[in-house]
């Protein structure tokens, strides 16, 4: 196991992503390896909801099982509050996966930012590295244990789900922007997972008529159908997707597990609005891209490929595919174009 940490150590010091590198592909085929063997689940029918525990913390989150299947992505040209960027709706067939239950929370996000957090727990010497030490509180004060992670960046997002991999042996990732509306939707097809009446949203979802000016605890208003909580609202979340504004005019009817890797820095898709949105920004089908702008305050030169000094309304939840991808899938779901 020790020398499988110090693997671990050595090839995401600094975050650096060495994605299709020989160093990359050898540290990914072993985590592979070691992800294959811990695999117990292999049909649909076998999945249930289990809570992973992070090895060296008293740290755990719960996943639910999405049974995926066909939908109609995007809303319907009267829904209101619609967007050009949402339609037309397309059918899309998503495969079976795992969900957080809750957004990412700061006491999981700590143990990938500070290694002592782990050490501490554990007893062992646990010195992967991860982003640099931010220089303020990342929270802006706005609460710590059991809220939501923000202000990361999208290479950041994907780097923990990279590093939580690591330490779980289960591959873990973020959804694919289809992936995230099949999950949120939870088998409706109305503007909200509850329907289509705003005014629910005051039991459902934190934003910004009832937020307070900030953010909240995970898991304190009613889940949507399939169990998830805050899927509405409290922090907006990244998706694995590059955003495009006419994506679905040339999105394939039936396509299986759509995705649009990023090959640019920006803008990738964050979903499900946040605190500071109004009820429009909520919707299953809202679209958000990213901006510079996110980091405009940023003092470091160059800027952090970290942190958003000015986006703390941004998060992220992680996903568990069924069927575990090959090492070079794995590698594409993990590489990213630093901001």
Known sequence: MRVWVILCQFLLILGVCLSGTQDEMDFIRLLHERIVRNHDVTEASDMQPYREQIEGSDVSFDMVPISGGTF??????????????????????????????????????????????????????????????????????????????????????????????????????LPTEAEWECACRAGTTSAYSFGDDAAQLESR?????????????????????????????????????????????????????????????????????????????????????????????????PKSIWYHTDAPWIGFRVVRPLNVPSPEEMAQYWETVNE
């Open 72 to 173: 109609l992505i995007g809303s319907p040209e009267g829904e209101l509050g619609r967007k050009a960027d949402e339609g037309p709706q397309r059918e899309v067939r998503i495969e079976p996966f795992w969900m957080g239950m809750h957004e990412v929370t700061w006491d999981e996000y700590d143990l990938f930012t500070y290694p002592a957090l782990i050490a501490e727990a554990s007893g062992d010497a646990d010195a992967i590295t991860r982003p640099t030490k931010p220089y303020v509180d990342m929270s802006f004060g706005m609460g710590h244990d059991g809220f939501p992670a923000i202000s990361m960046t999208h290479h950041a997002a994907v780097k923990y789900c990279q590093w939580l991999s690591a330490k779980t042996n289960r591959f873990y990732r």
């Open 205 to 301: 979802a934190w934003y910004i008529a009832n937020s307070g000016g900030k953010y909240q605890q995970v898991g304190k208003k009613k889940p949507n159908p399939w169990s998830l909580y805050d899927m509405h609202g409290n922090v907006m979340e990244w998706t694995l997707d590059q955003y495009f504004p006419d994506r679905y005019e040339t999105l394939q009817k039936n396509a299986v597990n759509p995705w649009v890797k990023a090959t640019l820095p920006y803008p990738h898709v964050a979903r499900g609005g946040s605190w500071a949105d109004d009820a429009n920004e909520l919707r299953c089908a809202a679209r958000r891209p990213s901006d510079p702008v996110w980091k405009i305050q940023d003092p470091q030169l």
